[in-house]
Each structure stands twice: as structure tokens, then as C-alpha cells.
């Protein structure tokens, strides 16, 4: 029905291959593929190409690939694989490979629109949010996230708020711990040891319980070993596990009355008009004893004695033993003198003055009164008085009250015997005399 030739229409021409009068052309196949005259379009390895030049199967062109106009599509909306574009090196041993591909999962179609020029060092792409492409130096960026994930469950995000950037934490950590890296490099805590009251503004190392400022933690079931006094941040530091056996030592500026028990003393920093330094005792009750004393303006140091008012001031003594408020031990005496010291050879006491050392007289003292009676003249009367500590030789000093002074009488004393002293009225006035009954004073000086 129809004719085909195979030739050229005129010498010198092309070799063609067409229908020469059927209107409704066909198509020459090859196999499987096929040259579609009506449409004039080629199928290789297939045999209804849909445009000029259809290929099913791989193309490899050792030479140049040029497309004149238009674009080039790679993948198909209707063949599920990402378009991908390879790229060999110029290594013809390893032929590796650069790859460009499309995301697997494309949300809408998008063009991107490369720069007009190749940039500068250190410029990266950068786009407009329009698909536009631009080279762009980097900045200093701003980080407007983080996530940080633990061990222990730490976690947080970084806000970026127009004004100072927030961070927002949260974790599985305890309320007041302080978190350390603990073994293996993991993010620990332990608050019995080391712990922050946030509310309070406290910290407590060695112990959650935290009155203070600041407090140290002791020995279990003790007190703590430092801390910073919350009202008044005075200092304490503490020694022992209950009041009975402890020590409590504090540094304050606002005077001593507060501590935790027996045993306790305070090291008391005056403000400018006390100006002092001071020590104080507690009976672990009620009760506060001075130690020791130091006035800041006036130098004066004072010991049991709260407000000295000499350079030393000892506090009273007491009838208790080993109360005395001053004490020297035997010693000995210095091989030069120096003025102004006093010493004590377990003997003597011994004061130096001008170059010279003295003995310090020690002195038995008694006030008795005697009543002599009626002495003849020519005569005497003794009278003996007792006065522990004396001995026969000591030297004996008479205080005679005025009223007892008679013209042509006398009085004397001697010591008559160990722990004795006899005192003799002597009348030489020519008549009986009788004495009244006074109080002598005797003094019995002892080297």
C-alpha cells in the first residue's frame, strides 16, 4: 500500500530513507529502537521515543558533551532516584569521584542562581532565601542554640532575645548540688559533701546543712569546722564532735555572746571607737569570762580584765588554788644587772635600780592588843604574842599607837622563839605606870 525508497532524490545527495507517498508516515525500527518519521524523533533502546533524541540505557561519550540551548534535566518525577551529577577526577588509575546530588526529599521545586564571578579567598556561598547565590565573608556569628547532654541527663538551649542572650538549663542533678567531673571524666555529684543554697546564698563543703554563710563540714555527727555567720559574719571555726569535748574559736566585729558550747572562746575585733582585741570564754550555758584584753588606743592589755586601765591590768585573785593573778618561777638571777627588772631566785625576790640589785624585804605582820597592867618603876612587863613563821635572829619592827607613849617608858620586841614574838614595856619614870590597852603593830622583816 505504501513505497519506500532508499536512495537520493538527486546525484551527489544524501542517502535517505523515507516514505515516498503514504501521508500517514511510520517508523523504522532497529531492534529496539526506532526512528519515528512522523515525529522525527530517535529512540535507542526503546522503541517510541517521547522527544528528539530517547535513550534508555547508560550513555558514554569519550569526547565533549555540548548542549547548545536549552536545559538539562537529570532524574524523573516519575523514576524514583535522586538526579545526581558524577564528576571523575583526572586519575586515570583511581577515577574517583565527585558527587552532586538532589535531597531525597524535595519539598517544593526550587532554581538556584549561581554569582556572577569566582570570589575571594575565604568567601563562602551564600544565599538570599530566594535561591539567589552570592559570595559572602564570614563574620563573627552569634550562637543562638546549644544542647548539652551528660551522663547525668544535663541538658539546655541558648535563646536569642534582642538584648542579652538568655540560657535556659535544665537537669536530672539535684536541687544545691555542685556538680564536679567525677571518675571517667562523668559530670557527678554529692551533695552530702558539697553543696549551694541557692535561696539563702549558703555553701556547705563536707555537709548539706548549712545555717551559715559558709560552713565547712567536721566529722560525722560533729559540728562544722568553719563557717561565716549568717546575720553578723562573724568567723567560727570548730574543733571536736560534741560540746562537752569541743573547742569553738570565733572572729567577730560585733562582740562576743554567741557560741555552741562549752570549751569555747572568741577573738573579738572592735569597730573604731572600742578599737580592741579580746578573748572570751563561754561555760557552754550563760556565762562569758574575759581572757584577755588588748585596747587599740591605748595599748593598755588587760588579762580577766575587760577594760584595762593600765599598760598591764590583772584581774583579781581568788582564795582557789592556782588563781593567783601573778606568779614567778624560781630562777636565776641575771649575771648583769638590768635596771628595772624584778626577779626571783626561789629564795628572794629581787628588784634592780641605778645599777644595783636589791633585796625585796619579805615581811610577818600582826596587829594584837596588849594589855601590860601596872609596871613598878625600875621594872618591865612582857607580854608574848604568837606569829607563825618567825624565827629566833629575824629583825622585828614595833608600831606603838600614840596614846601609848609615856614620858619615861619604852617598849621593845624580839623574836623569843619559832612563831613568836615578845614585846616588853620598860618604866623608868620614877612611879608605877599601867600602859592602856592598845593595838601594836609588829612586823617581823625576813631575808
Not at 531525597?104 to 521545586?109: D, H, I, K, P, Y
Not at 574559736?249 to 569555747?264: A, C, E, M, V
Not at 583579781?316 to 593567783?324: L, M, P, V
Request: hydrophobic residues 35%.
Amino acid at each position: 500500500n505504501s513505497q519506500s525508497v532508499i536512495g537520493a532524490k538527486s546525484p551527489g545527495g544524501t542517502l535517505r530513507l523515507e516514505s515516498t507517498d503514504n501521508s500517514t508516515k511510520g517508523k523504522i525500527l532497529f531492534g529496539t529502537s526506532a526512528y519515528d518519521e512522523s515525529t522525527n524523533r530517535l529512540g535507542i533502546g526503546n522503541s517510541s521515543p517521547s522527544v528528539a533524541l530517547d535513550i534508555t540505557g547508560d550513555l558514554v561519550a569519550t569526547g565533549d558533551a555540548t548542549i547548545g540551548g536549552g536545559d538539562l534535566t537529570i532524574g524523573s518525577g516519575t523514576v524514583a532516584k535522586q538526579g545526581a551529577l558524577v564528576l571523575h577526577d583526572n586519575n586515570a588509575a583511581s577515577s574517583n569521584t565527585t558527587t552532586i546530588m538532589s535531597n531525597a526529599s524535595v519539598t517544593s521545586s526550587f532554581t538556584l542562581t549561581l554569582p556572577p564571578n569566582d570570589g575571594s579567598q575565604d568567601q563562602v556561598l551564600t544565599t538570599d532565601g530566594s535561591g539567589a547565590l552570592n559570595w559572602t565573608t564570614p563574620g563573627g556569628g552569634t550562637v543562638t542554640s546549644v544542647s548539652v547532654v551528660s551522663g547525668n541527663g544535663f541538658s539546655g538551649t541558648v535563646a536569642n532575645p534582642t538584648t542579652t542572650p538568655a540560657v535556659t538549663l535544665s537537669t536530672s542533678l539535684a536541687q544545691g548540688s555542685v556538680p564536679f567531673i567525677g571518675t571517667g571524666g562523668a559530670l557527678s555529684q554529692d551533695n552530702t559533701k558539697l553543696y549551694w543554697d541557692d535561696a539563702s546564698d549558703r555553701l556547705g563543703v563536707g555537709t548539706s546543712s548549712v545555717a551559715n554563710r559558709i560552713t565547712l563540714g567536721g566529722a560525722s555527727g560533729g559540728y562544722e569546722v568553719i563557717s561565716r555567720e549568717i546575720t553578723n559574719g562573724s568567723l567560727g571555726i570548730w574543733g571536736g564532735t560534741t560540746e562537752a569535748t569541743g573547742a569553738y574559736f570565733k572572729i567577730t566585729g560585733s562582740g562576743y555572746g554567741d557560741s555552741p558550747g562549752q570549751g569555747s572562746a572568741e577573738f573579738v575585733i572592735r569597730n573604731f571607737a572600742s578599737s580592741q582585741f579580746a578573748l572570751w570564754s563561754y561555760d557552754g550555758a550563760s556565762a562569758w569570762t574575759n581572757r584577755f584584753t588588748l585596747r587599740g588606743q591605748s595599748g593598755n592589755v588587760g588579762i580577766g580584765v575587760e577594760t584595762p586601765t593600765a599598760t598591764l591590768h590583772l584581774r583579781a585573785g581568788t582564795s582557789s588554788a592556782n588563781s593567783a593573778p601573778l606568779k614567778f618561777s624560781a630562777g636565776t638571777n641575771l649575771g648583769t644587772v638590768e635596771n628595772g627588772t624584778v626577779e626571783f631566785d626561789g629564795t628572794n625576790y629581787f628588784v634592780s635600780s641605778g645599777g644595783r640589785r636589791y633585796t625585796l624585804a619579805k615581811t610577818l605582820t600582826a596587829n594584837p592588843s596588849l594589855d601590860f597592867g601596872s609596871t613598878l618603876s625600875g621594872s618591865y612587863t612582857d607580854i608574848t604574842t604568837s606569829l607563825a613563821g618567825v624565827v629566833d635572829g629575824d629583825a622585828v619592827v614595833l608600831g606603838v599607837m600614840n596614846a601609848a607613849v609615856i614620858a619615861g617608858t619604852d617598849y621593845k620586841a624580839w623574836v623569843s622563839s619559832s612563831n613568836n614574838v615578845t614585846v616588853r614595856f620598860i618604866n623608868n619614870s620614877g612611879s608605877p605606870v599601867d600602859p592602856p590597852s592598845l593595838n601594836f603593830r609588829i612586823t617581823v622583816i625576813r631575808y
